[in-house]
């Protein structure tokens, strides 16, 4: 158990990671290659946040239980229960994100008429 919460954990901490890096990458008017891929990494963040949801309080009953056992939990997986926090901030800034994309979209929208 200790193991597969770690995993979890570890993969959403990473994804996190990844969708943060992309969706800081500037995307300046015209720059269609950079718009796309900040708009793929908005995608995988909208795809994955109903199972990051879901995924929150069986890990956090697996970790209560292996502390009602006296199971030791490593640092490492005590340092990963931060995560949701930093899912929750990566949620909202994929919305920033949009908003100011949409802006961009808006403006080259204007622009063909």
Not at 14 to 28: H, K, T, W, Y
Not at 34 to 53: F, P
Not at 81 to 96: A, C, D, F, I, W
Request: contains cysteine; charged residues 25%.
């Amino acid at each position: 158990m200790n193991h597969n919460s770690c995993y979890s954990l570890t993969n959403l901490a990473n994804f996190i990671r990844e969708a943060d890096e992309g969706m800081l990458q500037p995307v300046e008017e015209g720059d269609y290659n950079g718009l796309v891929n900040v708009m793929a990494y908005l995608m995988n963040v909208k795809e994955r946040q109903e199972i990051t949801n879901e995924m929150f309080e069986p890990l956090k009953e697996t970790i209560a239980l292996l502390r009602f056992y006296d199971q030791d939990i490593s640092e490492e997986v005590n340092v990963l229960l931060q995560v949701p926090y930093h899912s929750s901030r990566t949620n909202h800034e994929s919305g920033l994100k949009k908003f100011s994309i949409s802006c961009l979209c808006r403006l080259k929208s204007v622009d063909f008429k």
